[in-house]
């Protein structure tokens, strides 16, 4: 699993890339300014133990996947650089504390 930000596309979804056998999944998630998005790519093998996929915001996107007996949350975001409105970097911040608080 690699977790990666400003993918630079607009809205939802998800995608393989590669060649037969050594191919990624990117699940996704972006606003219409394409910036300040993020992805997963997981690999083919894995990519049937995925659940589900949780799309908070065009900043934060998790996934749930089932490994062996256990349940595996994935997630990845993307701050608020410094020149954006105190505000939004607190939702933010809230936002990421309180999934990780129920992850917990």
Known sequence: ?????ETRWKGS???F???KGKRYKLFWMGGEERS??????GAEKWVES???VERHSKRVLILKMVLDNGLLH???D???HSGKPEEEIE?????????????L
């Open 13 to 15: 979804g998800c995608r």
């Open 17 to 19: 890339y590669g060649t």
């Open 50 to 52: 995925v659940i589900s």
């Open 1 to 5: 699993m690699v977790c990666i930000q």
């Open 74 to 76: 994935v997630l990845t």
């Open 78 to 80: 993307y701050a608020p």
């Open 91 to 103: 939702s933010f911040w809230n936002e990421v504390f309180h999934l990780v608080s129920c992850i």
């Open 36 to 41: 300040d998005d993020v992805g997963i790519f």
